[in-house]
């Protein structure tokens, strides 16, 4: 019978501010902390609190049979250790049960792996520095940002040493495989973990949709559906936003009770198990090679990039952001690169998105302005405030630098002249 991974991704941006054009050059203040602060008390109390606890007790009532996987971004911890340090102590008792793996990711919740390989190495190695001394694990599965794969990412991930990666089960990809197998990366000797949408879907978006043939969804069902992939297929990853719980479905659609239930269900048959990314990785061969030559994410229908370089607002952008790069480790300021990376992450362009169809309520739930348009005039004003600031540096940089120069010049012609200059002869 084929082993159930539960992994969930935990994130929140660090927003900014409604920058207008006459706060360029008055302010260098860009994130909106006030925003920032209420919306993470608001989404702690909705699902990290109530969610933390339920799994806490779950691995504890299974005797440690239930196990599940987190990635959580850099921002969400910046955040949570600055205005609610008791959910990183949540998750530490999570990670102290040892039936809890947590995964690698680039720092910001960005696109880095697009455009620069170098700024990549450096936020995935900061975020397994910053889990390793938080929750006591040293990253060996990685995720990307939104679950973008495409295959030269497991040339950049070898490079850090992760054994796994994560990635959408696209059909268009997978063809007439399945995704519950594990597979390879098309050039490394990584695993390739899949999510299987379908059923991931049908608990972070069908849930609570009254109009979907099979709602309501009980927990007693979604187990029938999970204990019926035996004899095809080997793993089943459910993968999604971990906000699913509580605050994309609210406590009033039974969401909780659902979860509550479910290990119990999937667990009656006994062949059946839940286990953690890394043990997946270790436990299942791959069956086989698995090309993404273009980027795959898990966003909208298309499940490509457009979400958040579909349009020119967005490419535009985020290509004057990464073009700055150079400029900004060169000024080496602690504060002026963590602006940088803070504007990198992939919600700021996601706001940006002018997609209207299909999918066009995502969109709007997770937009935090009235028009794609207002995200791109507000991220703009900041993109033009920062690129004078880090010109103005890099002028007083040079200035410096002539100065001192002039400076070696004047002490050199004073030592030159001092040994060029007779001595004068004394008479006894």
């Known amino acids: 019978m084929p082993s159930v991974c539960l992994y969930f991704h935990v994130h929140q941006p660090i927003r900014v501010k409604k920058f207008g054009v006459l706060d360029i050059g008055r ?13 993470l008390d608001k989404v702690a109390s909705k699902c990290y609190e109530p969610t933390n606890r339920l799994l806490l007790d779950l691995i504890k009532r299974h005797d440690g049979k239930f196990k599940i996987s987190y990635s959580i971004t850099g921002t969400f911890i910046d955040q949570a250790k600055a205005w609610r340090p008791d959910l990183i102590k949540s998750f530490q008792n999570l990670a102290k049960t040892g039936c809890v793996e947590f995964l690698g990711e680039t720092y910001y919740h960005s696109l880095t792996s697009l455009y620069s390989e170098q700024e990549f190495y450096d936020q995935v190695t900061k975020h397994m520095d910053t889990i390793e001394e938080l929750f006591g694990q040293r990253p060996t599965v990685f995720r990307n940002t939104e679950l973008v794969y495409f295959d030269h990412l497991a040339n950049l991930i070898s490079e850090l040493g992760f054994k796994a990666v994560l990635a959408e089960g696209w059909d268009k990809v997978l063809h007439w495989r399945s995704p519950n197998f594990v597979y390879e990366t098309n050039d490394q000797p990584i695993k390739l973990l899949l999510k299987n949408y379908k059923l991931s879907d049908d608990v972070a978006f069908r849930f609570s949709n009254k109009g979907w043939e099979e709602w309501p969804l009980t927990a007693e069902k979604f187990a029938q559906w999970v204990h019926a992939v035996n004899g095809s297929g080997e793993v089943i990853n459910l993968f999604m936003d971990y906000e699913t719980f509580g605050e994309h479905q609210w406590e009033d659609t039974g969401i909780f009770n659902f979860m509550d239930k479910v290990p119990d269900e999937i667990l009656k048959h006994p062949d059946m198990d839940f286990i953690t990314v890394g ?10 090679k698995l090309s993404m030559p273009y980027p795959v994410s898990w966003a909208d229908t298309e499940r490509d990039l457009s979400a958040w370089l579909g349009n020119d607002m967005q490419s535009g952008t985020i290509r004057a952001l990464y073009d700055l790069e150079e400029k900004v480790k060169k000024i080496g300021d602690k504060k002026m690169i963590e602006d940088w990376r803070r ?4 919600d700021n362009f996601y706001y940006m998105c002018t997609k209207w169809f299909s999918d066009g309520d995502v969109h709007k739930y997770f937009n935090a302005y009235d028009r794609p348009h207002d995200a791109y005039i507000y991220f703009t004003n900041i993109l033009v405030d920062f690129v004078h600031r880090v010109e103005e540096k890099l002028a007083e940089m040079e200035e410096n630098f002539a100065h001192e120069v002039e400076q070696q010049k004047d002490g050199l012609e004073k030592v030159l002249h001092g040994l060029m200059k007779p001595e004068k002869v004394g008479v006894e």
């Open 343 to 346: 504007l990198q992450t992939s």
């Open 279 to 288: 043990e997946e990785a270790d436990r299942y061969p791959a069956v086989g």
């Open 27 to 39: 302010s260098e203040d860009y994130f909106d902390d006030r925003h920032n602060k209420t919306i």
